[in-house]
Structures are given as C-alpha cells and as structure tokens.
Nanobody, 117 residues
Framework: QVQLVESGGGLVQPGGSLRLSCAASGFTFSNYDMSWYRQAPGKEREWVAA???????NHVASVKGRFTISRDNAKNTVYLQMNSLKPEDTAVYYC???????????WGQGTQVTVSS
C-alpha cells in the first residue's frame, strides 16, 4: 500500500539544523512532484517547499536561504534540510506526493519540529 513516512524531527535550539526525510513506498516515486508542508498549533497548514519530478525547486519566502528541499529517486526519498532554525519554524512537518498527470495525492503522517532554547 502507499506510504509516506517522515522522520528526522525533534527538539533543536534556535540557530540549529535538522534534516527531515520522507520515505515513499507503494507508488512510482519518480512520477510524483513532492512537497513539504507544515502546521503550527492554531494555524492552517502551509506549503514550505516543492521539488518537481524533474528536479525544479521552490521554497516559500520565509524559508528561502535557510531550507533546501531535495530528492533521491533511487531511494524513493525526499529531504528537507533546515538550517538557521527559528522558534517560528516550530510545527508538524508533512510531506505530500502529487502525481504529475492525474494529480492524485498522498500525505505522510507528519513529524514534529520544535525550535526552542
């Protein structure tokens, strides 16, 4: 069955780094655009970054220069490297897969990132 499993979250001090991973299974990973979203307590889920099946990148303005999305099609995994973390980056981070043609989509279960001293 289709699975997206996020990992790599945790507690980190301001200015620190984390690398999130999202391991995909049950579908042809290379045929999907991949994204990261996040949801902070009391707020709506927001898009953070995306990487197309062809490798084109986009990041929301608030994380540009600090976060980088990447993918490894051989490992069926998408990553989010997060540097210079701020308390306002605290959220549950989710990965999402969207088929490049049919737009069928899947979500992971999320991983908690807490930035606090």
């Amino acid at each position: 069955q289709v699975q997206l499993v996020e990992s790599g979250g945790g507690l980190v001090q301001p200015g620190g780094s984390l690398r999130l991973s999202c391991a995909a299974s049950g579908f042809t990973f290379s045929n999907y655009d991949m994204s990261w979203y996040r949801q902070a307590p009391g707020k709506e889920r927001e898009w953070v970054a995306a990487i197309s099946s062809g490798g084109s990148l986009n990041h929301v303005a608030s994380v540009k220069g600090r976060f980088t999305i990447s993918r490894d099609n051989a490992k069926n995994t998408v990553y989010l490297q997060m540097n210079s973390l701020k308390p306002e980056d605290t959220a549950v981070y989710y990965c999402k897969a969207v088929h490049i043609v049919g737009r069928k989509n899947y979500w992971g279960q999320g991983t908690q990132v807490t930035v606090s001293s």
